[in-house]
């Protein structure tokens, strides 16, 4: 079954608003979570690298402001998209360790209108 | 930056073994060769990981040269459903902590009928 739920799988939005993802990890603790952006045809892109507890750590180019990430729980870390362009429109997939082996959402399409 | 090599493409008839190769010669001594593969719009999914010996398990076989800087990714009996984007990743492994994925480009394994 699955090991990391992620919710919504898809997710359409006007221009300008805020989506809020949801990663949780099921019948384990994950202090760290990990957040990834896919485009059509491209390779996973880390995002960010979310803590349990502290501020995430996020990879060169990726604006904070921007990917707003809560980690406030041992099994819940969100990341909110805020202020959505089309730009933003993409693949969003998290993932958390459990026993040495990365587990992943199955993603949430994001599409900006 | 992603740290290995692999083919952009693969065709494997179904029902024959699909042996995926990667390169990563400038693997650590501490780092694990991880297998992951991506069907369309899901998450990737774990197949199998290891340092220096041969794993095997009821997805797939891993072999890893002796200089390890190279490894084979062996799926026994190809189906239809293994049609999928298969990514190999280098990881520093600590159990009780975690090591980020950085995904390359990966290879497109095509099973045809």
């Known amino acids: 079954g699955a090991v990391v739920s992620q919710h919504p799988s898809r997710v359409i939005c006007k221009s300008g608003t805020s989506v809020k993802i949801e990663c949780r990890s099921l019948d384990f603790q994950a202090t760290t979570m990990f957040w990834y952006r896919q485009f059509p045809k491209q390779s996973l892109m880390l995002m960010a690298t979310?803590?349990?507890?502290?501020?995430?750590?996020?990879e060169q180019g990726v604006e904070k402001d921007k990917f707003l990430i809560n980690h406030a729980s041992l099994t819940l870390s969100t990341l909110t998209v805020t202020s959505a362009h089309p730009e933003d429109s993409s693949f969003y997939i998290c993932?958390?360790?459990?026993?040495?082996?990365?587990?992943f959402g199955s993603g949430t399409q994001l599409s900006v209108l | 930056d992603a740290k290995t090599t692999q083919p952009p493409s693969m065709d494997c008839a179904e029902g024959r073994a699909a042996n995926l190769p990667c390169n990563h010669s400038t693997i650590s001594g501490n780092e694990y060769v991880y297998w992951y593969r991506q069907i369309h719009s899901q998450g990737p999914q774990y197949i199998i990981h290891g340092l220096k010996n041969n794993e095997t398990n009821e997805m797939a076989s891993l072999i890893i040269t002796e200089d390890r800087k190279s490894s084979t990714l062996i799926l026994p009996h190809a189906t239809l459903r293994d049609t999928a984007v298969y990514y190999c990743?280098?990881?520093?492994?600590?159990?009780?902590?975690?090591?980020?994925?950085?995904f390359g480009q990966g290879t497109t394994l095509q099973v045809k009928p």
């Open positions: 990743i280098v990881r520093v492994d600590l159990m009780g902590n975690t090591g980020k994925l950085i």
């Open positions: 979310s803590n349990e507890g502290s501020k995430a750590t996020y």
């Open positions: 993932s958390s360790d459990r026993g040495g082996k990365l587990f």
